[in-house]
């Protein structure tokens, strides 16, 4: 249930408590006054102050249960319905109101979505497609031409990037290899490449427990 129809309910029967302990209220205080007025001294105890005291709580109880019906109008943009005099109606009014905002509001966040299409996209063979007929083979190659020279010219900044990926892949290259070239293992053993030493016997001769570990741990070792 929505929180307004909740609200709504709680208003009603908030309405009817208040209305009732208020009536039991008034007539209590009005039974205590006529019994304390035949009354000699009225302020000696007797029934007529039990009812008094009784008809006060009464009505304080169904003020505390009261709720402002304009507020709740109010929260909800139905102030126009107050107009209605007949309190049945009246809320009736208010359940009609709350079921069409409800059902917009659900709408508009739950949406009706339908399948996207592109128009500029491929067809799947509809627009030649005949019913009864069997399709024409089209080769994949020959209308893939349709789209050649499509792309774009590249943007300056898409250029600068491509020309900075490629400076600095040559760059990284050429420090790999001056690595490679100035290692004193690869010299020693004799060859020019780190893949070139695997097939040696370097790493069976300098072979470690816990090299690995050793190696992935170096910055919280260092920290």
Do not use: C
Request: no cysteine; aromatic share 8%; glycine share 8%.
């Amino acid at each position: 249930m929505h929180a307004s129809i909740r609200e709504l309910a709680r208003l009603k029967l908030r309405s009817k408590v208040y209305s009732l302990f208020l009536g039991i209220g008034i007539l209590a205080v009005t039974f205590a006054i006529i019994i304390g007025l035949r009354k000699e001294d009225p302020l000696v105890m007797g029934i007529h102050l039990l009812l008094l005291g009784g008809g006060i709580a009464s009505v304080l109880v169904g003020l505390f249960l009261h709720q402002n019906e304009e507020t709740f109008a109010q929260k909800y943009d139905m102030t126009h319905l107050l107009d209605i005099d007949d309190r049945v109606e009246r809320f009736e009014a208010y359940m009609e109101h709350l079921s069409e905002w409800i059902s917009s509001d659900i709408e508009e966040l739950n949406p009706i979505r339908t399948r996207g299409s592109d128009p500029t996209g491929p067809d799947w063979g509809k627009t030649d497609f005949k019913l009864g007929h069997e399709p024409v083979r089209r080769d994949a190659i020959v209308e893939g031409g349709k789209y050649s020279g499509l792309e774009g010219e590249l943007t300056s900044g898409e250029k600068m990037v491509a020309a900075a990926n490629t400076e600095y892949a040559e760059s990284a290259q050429k420090r790999w290899e001056r690595a490679e070239a100035n290692d004193p293992d690869l010299i020693e053993y004799g060859v020019e490449r780190l893949g070139d030493l695997v097939r040696t016997e370097y790493f069976e001769k300098n072979a470690e427990d816990g090299a690995f570990s050793k190696v992935a741990n170096q910055d919280s070792d260092s920290q």
